[in-house]
């Protein structure tokens, strides 16, 4: 399903004509399966985000390619990679990045009205996954009104409502207390067992690193360590 | 992402600045209504000048005053009017000549001296001729005279003592003749010189009609129209071309004179005038209609309210500045909804659409504002700025004077030059809210 190729990926700090080059991804290589939870572990500043951005199309690696679903998409424009991502990839965030200006119906309905969906089906879709997520009561709400646990459901929800194959997760669990990160984890895995859903996931928590089928442990830019859970 | 939706999301976004959305639109609508009404000025003198003209004679008619033979300038005679009646599109040519003498005419106990015409009425009707009263001559000594003809007949017993004329210069109805002309046998003395004497002869004529009075009322026609054999009568008797009357010290009185005084074309239409006149002037006839006069006038007005259209348009880029700045602020604040809309998919250019519908709506609002604000002041101007000119300088403006005017072909232009420029300002904000980076917008950890 994904296939992580030579990644390198170097920044350059400083002033321009004066900059530092600091490598921060060397050689990463591996592939995820389709229905496969991945998580992706490592300290802070191991490189693990830029990773996943990489993989997210928000940055271009300075070496190696990604390939998902069998398109090398490290050459796709911001453009096709836009279209690309609408179709294909969801998102879970730390931060859970709801627009607090909608409602948690319109957050959710949001990737159906850049999909151009008649109001109509976004409207049956919605509420669809509203329930799905347990927040058929919340539709009205604001993401101010809502507690940590609550808007990271409705941030999975905006994610699940275009029913892509593939969600890369960052730090999924990072800003919620132990109770409700169980619950979204249980969530992740309902989705991946229920739906086929793969994951990609990178988390420093090893607890939320054991759902995953498999792991990938990245030390100061290099995969140090693979294992595939029994 | 359908434009319904993108709507809703300027609707949306336009909600949470009202404040600042509502100064921007006002200062657009400043700039519209600006534009607008400054160049109502040059469209309102442009319609009024034009209505002046098109109302002082008439548009189809054609002025030939000549035609240029072997570098010189001969006048028209029957050779050229034949040819000129053949002429594609011409419906009429009228022509008159003049009497070279101005001969008494007595009615009753009434005398006054007049210009006396010789015109061809078969063609005056054909141009559109009408008659006030009374019917067109049959008989050659039948007449019909203009509609002042009346203003230059004085009792004969008129009171040497007494002011005859009233505040405008005109006769006072007591003094003027009070019967109907219609019927009325009229005797036309014409003179001439003989031997150091003067001679009359009296010609008795019949009026039979009164011509319409000219469009303007400023315009008098106190003529009197007479035939071909009254004129070979009194060329007769005075035995001078035209009725010129021997003078030794004009001896050019005594010349035969050819051609026709005043000679009209009349097209069918005001578009046919054109071209007739451009034939003529092919043919090196010199001639001059209300068409020419029009064209030159439109000419000047066109140049005159480009000029004040690219004024008002300065005032509308002042405008776009404040929209430049709003819709830069809106993209700064959004940054953080933008980069999150990025990131499920939202596609650069529909980003950009969204921002430039934004700018383009406040553009329009702008002037649907600003074309309501230049129309009252449209009104205000036309009915306040006669009161002011006549109450400050005591002079009356013409009827139907229009300083103001508003003709929807100016709406549109400043419908679309606000547009233009508003959507111009926009883009740059558009521009940058595409080129937002996601994760900076998301404040990520990379």
Known sequence: ?230 | MTFKDQWRFVRNNMKRSKSRIFMTVLATAMGVAFLIVLASVGFGLHTTFIDDIISDRSVTKIQISGIEKENDIAPITDEEITELEKVDNMKAVTRQLSLRQTPQFNMEDYNGRVETVVTHFPSELKAGMELKEGDLPEDPYEVVVGPHFIENLYPEDLPADEEIYDEEGMLKEEFKYGESLIGQEIEMVVEQNVDGETKEHEISLIITGIVEPPARDWMQDRQVYISDDVLTEVESFTETSRGAIVDPNYPEAEQEVTGYNYVYGYANSLEEVQEISEYLTEENYLVYSAASELDHLNTFFTIAKAGLIFIGTIAIIIASIGIYNTMTMAVTERTSDIGIMKAIGAHPKKIKQIFLLESSYIGLLGAFIGTVVAFVISILLNIGLPLIIESAFEQELPEGFQFSSIPPSLIVIAAVICLIVTVLSGLKPAKRATQIDVLKAMRREI
Do not use: C
Not at chain 1, 5 to 19: A, P, R, V, Y
Not at chain 1, 94 to 107: D, H, K, R, V, Y
Not at chain 1, 123 to 138: I, M, R
């Open chain 1, 1 to 230: 399903m994904i296939d992580v190729k030579d990644i390198n990926h170097t920044f350059l700090l400083g002033k321009k004509q004066n900059e530092t080059a600091l490598p921060v991804l060397k050689n990463i290589s591996f592939s995820v399966d389709k229905g496969e939870i991945l998580a992706i572990t490592g300290k802070s500043g191991s490189g693990k985000s830029t990773l996943l951005n990489i993989i997210g199309g928000f940055m271009k690696p300075t070496s190696g390619s990604v390939w998902i679903k069998d398109m090398n998409v490290t050459n796709l424009n911001e453009g096709e990679y836009a279209d690309f991502r609408l179709d294909n990839i969801g998102f879970i965030f730390q931060n859970f990045q709801l627009i607090p200006s909608m409602t948690a119906f319109e957050n959710i309905e949001l990737p159906l009205v850049l999909k151009g969906l008649s109001e109509k089906e976004r409207k049956k879709k919605t509420e669809q996954t509203l329930e799905q997520v347990g927040l058929s009561d919340y539709h009205h709400h604001y993401p101010s009104e809502l507690s940590g646990g609550q808007q990271q459901r409705v941030s999975i929800a905006r994610t699940l409502v275009i029913e892509p194959p593939i969600i890369l997760a960052d730090e999924p669990t990072g800003s919620l207390d132990s109770e409700t990160e169980q619950e979204i984890l249980d969530l992740i895995t309902g989705l991946n067992r229920n739906i086929g859903i793969t994951f990609l996931m990178i988390t420093h928590d090893e607890e939320v690193a054991r759902i995953a089928s498999k792991q990938i442990h990245i030390h100061d830019g290099e995969i140090v360590k693979e294992e595939v859970s029994a």
